[in-house]
Nanobody
Framework: QVQLVESGGGLVQAGGSLRLSCAAS????????MGWFRQAPGKEREFVAA????????SYADSVKGRFTISRDNAKNTVFLQMNSLKPEDTAVYYC??????????????????WGQGTQVTVSS
């Protein structure tokens, strides 16, 4: 069982930055691939970024490529999402998720095993 707790969301002006954190419980964090997803009102949950268990591979949605960076610190059981040059269309609830094995990048949310409760990110124009 893995418990995930996101933090770092908030209100920011367009062009600003936020850094989301996701703290995981348990001693097997380094065996899980991690992903960030987001869901805006009235829309489906969508893939944002993912990272393999070693941190050696990352992947991003086209809409955030070049602006967002996913990283992880296995010693601290934490995964991060650095978000720069934020746009109003980035407004959503952001969720982190964990997938067992974590050897490959997975962008399909249905493949993930554990989810956090989400943190709100609001970007004003």
């Amino acid at each position: 069982q893995v418990q995930l707790v996101e933090s770092g969301g908030g209100l920011v002006q367009a062009g600003g930055s936020l850094r989301l954190s996701c703290a995981a419980s348990g001693r097997t964090f380094s065996s899980y691939g991690m992903g960030w997803f987001r869901q805006a009102p009235g829309k489906e949950r969508e893939f944002v970024a993912a990272i393999t268990r070693s941190g050696g591979s990352t992947s991003y949605a086209d809409s955030v490529k070049g602006r967002f960076t996913i990283s992880r610190d296995n010693a601290k059981n934490t995964v991060f999402l650095q978000m720069n040059s934020l746009k109003p269309e980035d407004t959503a609830v952001y969720y982190c998720a964990a997938v067992r094995l974590g050897l490959a990048i997975i962008s399909n949310p249905s493949r993930y095993d554990y989810w956090g409760q989400g943190t709100q990110v609001t970007v004003s124009s």
